[in-house]
């Protein structure tokens, strides 16, 4: 397996799954984490830039190849990595389905917790959005990461070990503990026993130990500089 640099802030964020997947392939891998937008965008952007017109972070650079955008960031470590060595086209698939409405979950949270979306422009705004997504917009992207759970029949999202689309949903699940942990509110898990269990046990792979004892679990989830809103 060659070499493989990642290249993020340094926060959970959309880097987190990346680096699990590293972790639990056994990955030789760099975790590069830009401190501040100085050093990226004056830094290594400009280098990367000149390869792939598209460069953001986060970035893979392997072999010569360099990969952005977080979903295709996971499915490229999935294959170098053998972690999506799929046995069909319906796990393929499957996965790619997944890793797109996983994300649009991210993005419903981001959007309460950064004010560029125009909608928490205010800590009084964030407050309220943040209860309005925690009670209604998480139920109904859990409902259906349930239904599938059920649908699939497996220990994972698509086969009984996991694939790349499987580290961002445990992370948004595990954001989301924080999340009420943090605001007092019952685990948003307590409705939905499959991804309970698959919460449970995705933590408990035991390639993943290290990493859930590691400075890299315990960074911020998002970026206060970069104006995120405190839970």
Known sequence: MPKIELGYWPIR???????????????????????????????KKPELASGNALINLPYVECDGQVVTHSSVVLEFLGQVTGVDAFASEDHRWANAQALAEIYDLRNALMGVVYPFSGKT????????????????????????F???????????LIRDAPSSADFHLFEMLDQHEI?????????????????????????????????FASAAYAL???SIGGGAWIY
């Not at 349930?146 to 994972?156: P, V, Y």
């Not at 509110?185 to 499959?194: D, H, R, Y």
């Open 13 to 43: 964020g959309l880097g987190a799954p990346a680096r699990m997947l590293c972790e639990y392939a056994g990955a030789d891998y760099a975790d590069v984490n830009y401190a501040d937008a100085g050093s990226w965008f004056a830094g």
């Open 121 to 144: 422009t205010t800590k009084e705004a964030f407050e309220k959005n943040c209860d309005d997504h925690m009670n209604a917009t998480v139920g109904k992207f859990y409902a259906k």
């Open 146 to 156: 349930e239904t599938l759970l059920k649908q699939r029949g497996m220990e994972f």
């Open 179 to 211: 999340i009420a942990n943090r605001r007092g509110m019952k685990s948003p898990l307590e409705t939905f026993p499959e991804l309970k269990r698959y919460h449970a046990n995705f933590k408990a792979l035991p390639q993943l130990e290290k990493y």
């Open 220 to 222: 911020p989830m998002n």
